[in-house]
């Protein structure tokens, strides 16, 4: 999606059918009122309260660690799915900071790490893929750089047009645009003129454009092409982002130095070679990573499901 075809408010948002996302927009601004300490708690008991009415999301989160670290202690992931859990309550009040609260607000509490690696590139002409993950606080990173540098996000418009809208409006505070995720041409030309572009090759996009490769502790995870697609043709640098969540609830937005040996031309090396920026990046703070998706819901031929009771 680019800035000629955004959602534009229409007096049919106000549609009853819309009432509730209405609401739960007004909320999510009223909540970002609150003193940051308040949100934290509401955050954690929002996200164990929700937990417990959502099982399935529960068993998702186990099997997904049980795939991803098989050595991990009973003990040891017991305490990490606590934490997962609360901080997925959190991502609600995070999304409300991301698109209310006021520049100096963000200010105050992310420091960004590694900003002149950005600039430097700005200064060569040269485009930025800025390869992230999705962690909880994803959104307030991105908009924590917007204030700094803008850059365009790659997203999927969501099938609610009312939402939709305000998310457009939310993630575009302080950056460019964002472009439509089957945008490829929109992508390709913002990398070639010298953008930065978000993008989170993490999830499991399904068979289009994909190819297995491992991922933590599985060997055949279902993993985008689409990287290869975008710096092979247009030679742009890839910098590694992630925001991570302290314990006195500071946030630091770090920007890795561009990485070497991409290997370009070869989807499947290309593929295990950005998995490994993942990993490292979702280890930065596991617990603030969004283990309830069915990351590896997409297997080879003649493969079994991997989430059979979840």
């Known amino acids: 999606m680019t800035q000629r075809n955004k959602p534009t408010f229409t007096l049919s948002l106000l549609h009853p059918r819309y009432w509730g996302t209405l609401l739960l927009i007004g909320l999510m601004y009223l909540l970002s009122c609150l003193p940051y300490s308040w949100q934290v708690v509401l955050g954690k008991n929002i996200g164990r309260l929700a937990i417990k009415l959502m099982k399935k999301r529960r068993r998702t989160i186990e099997r997904n660690l049980e795939l991803c670290f098989p050595a991990m202690s009973e003990e040891d992931k017991q305490v990490l799915i606590k934490e997962n859990i609360d901080n997925t309550g959190m991502a609600l009040f995070e999304t409300g900071m991301a698109w209310f609260w006021s520049d100096a607000r963000v200010n105050r509490h992310v420091t960004i790490v590694g900003l002149e690696h950005m600039e430097t590139l700005a ?30 996000g790659v997203y999927r ?31 390709l030309h913002a990398l070639r003129t010298g953008e930065r ?50 314990d006195k609830g500071h946030y630091t937005l770090t920007l890795r130095k561009p990485v070497e040996g991409f290997p370009k031309n070869d989807p499947d090396a290309a593929a295990v070679f950005i998995n490994k920026i993942v990993e490292e990046s979702i280890m930065a703070a596991p617990s603030q990573y969004m283990w309830l998706h069915r990351r590896f819901k997409t297997r080879p031929e003649g493969q079994a499901c991997l989430y059979q009771n979840s």
């Open 123 to 152: 200064k060569e002409g040269k485009g930025a893929l800025m390869v992230a993950v999705h962690s909880m606080n994803l959104e307030l990173g991105a908009r924590a750089f917007g204030i700094k540098m803008s850059g365009m």
């Open 157 to 187: 418009p969501n099938n609610n047009p009312c939402f939709d809208y305000f998310q457009y409006l939310g993630r575009s505070r302080s950056n460019r645009t964002l472009i439509d995720r089957k945008d490829v041409k929109a992508m």
């Open 197 to 246: 572009v978000w993008y989170a090759p993490d999830h499991d996009y399904g068979r289009r454009r994909s190819t297995f490769a491992p991922l933590f502790a599985v060997e055949q995870a279902c993993t985008t092409t689409g990287t290869s697609l975008l710096v092979d043709n247009t030679d742009c640098a890839i910098v590694p982002f992630t925001m991570v969540r302290d």
